[in-house]
Nanobody, 118 residues
Framework: QVHVAESGGGLVQAGESLRLSCEAS????????MGWYRQAAGKQREKVAI?????STDYTDSVKGRFTISRDNKSVYLQMNNLKPEDTAVYYC??????????????WGQGTQVTVSS
């Protein structure tokens, strides 16, 4: 069953922008932090940005000043400006939450492809 779903990826040229969205399903009844990760071909998955319930954020150095993470009750967003070819990767949404019957865990989306051409 899909609990987290991303959208908004695509093919753009360097310098352009994309906005990624991720929505947690109604089965996840409580949410703590949420974030975005990415994995380029042949590379390990890395953190892009994290946002906590109080609104505090943490960005990886390579995206500071270009990307902005935000959230509402059930969704997390990533505004990506001035995209660079090195941003090309599959972007994954991550939600730290729990269902009524379960413990806290990290839910992962299926990923959305972002490709930036030079």
């Amino acid at each position: 069953q899909v609990h987290v779903a991303e959208s908004g990826g695509g093919l753009v040229q360097a310098g352009e922008s994309l906005r990624l969205s991720c929505e947690a399903s109604s089965a996840i009844v409580m949410i703590n932090d949420m974030g975005w990760y990415r994995q380029a071909a042949g590379k390990q998955r890395e953190k892009v940005a994290i946002i906590n319930p109080d609104g505090s954020t943490d960005y990886t150095d390579s995206v500071k000043g270009r990307f902005t993470i935000s959230r509402d009750n059930k969704s997390v967003y990533l505004q990506m400006n001035n995209l660079k070819p090195e941003d090309t990767a599959v972007y994954y949404c991550n939600v730290n939450g729990r269902q009524n019957w379960g413990n806290w865990r990290y839910y992962w989306g299926q990923g959305t492809q972002v490709t930036v051409s030079s």
